[in-house]
């Protein structure tokens, strides 16, 4: 059970599109629809971001995508705007009721 | 309105136990699949473990290097749900979150309650 493989940081200016990786194996990412990305400002609880994939719950800004291409999903923040600035996790399901979490990604808007 | 408030956190002593609690309200809790997520001070969230509903078995599960030490239970007429901590290591300290799951997600979290192992 290894955590999936995200970049520790990624950055953009005001206006400009991030896109995290989170690359899993054949068991989880790849095998399952069951992908998450979740917020999370310091001292905050995270907040999900993009729920199976690529859908986007009530309230999410459609500046949030999120997509999969084998064993990797990807979260695109497109438009970047000061309160992206936060630390993004990638969740998966890896089968026999097992999740799985990145390690996280700091996302800087310059 | 689905909320999660967690409870029970403290200080303890490697080798001990602590009982975490997640009040749930706005929802039936035994309907419900919950899990617990930690994180540990300055890293990032680990899948502790899960609970299905009542109506898809109550099947439990456990991430490995808990397993055989933590123990999740609801009690239905408190719609509450815990987590027992026993055999505690010191790099069990963390924030300690409940989340009621939907379709593999998780969109409901609690403020946490923080957990230090320590002697």
Known sequence: QSALTQPPSASGSPGQS??????GTSSDVGGYNYVSWYQQHPGKAPKVMISEVNKR??????????????NTAFLTVSGLQPEDEADYYCSSYAGRNIYLFGAGTTVTVL | EVQLVESGGGLEKPG?????SCSASGFTLS???MNWVRQAPGKGLEWVGLIKSKGDGGTIDYAAPVKGRFTISRDESKNTL?????GLKTEDTAM???????????PYWGQGTLVTVSS
């Open chain 2, 16 to 20: 001990g136990s602590l009982r975490l």
């Open chain 1, 18 to 23: 991030v896109t995290i990786p989170c690359t």
């Open chain 2, 82 to 86: 815990y987590l027992q901590m026993d």
């Open chain 2, 96 to 106: 300690y979150y409940c989340t009621k799951e939907e379709s593999g997600s998780h």
């Open chain 1, 57 to 70: 719950p009530s309230g999410v800004p459609d500046r949030f995508s999120g997509s999969k291409s084998g």
């Open chain 2, 31 to 33: 309907n419900a699949w």
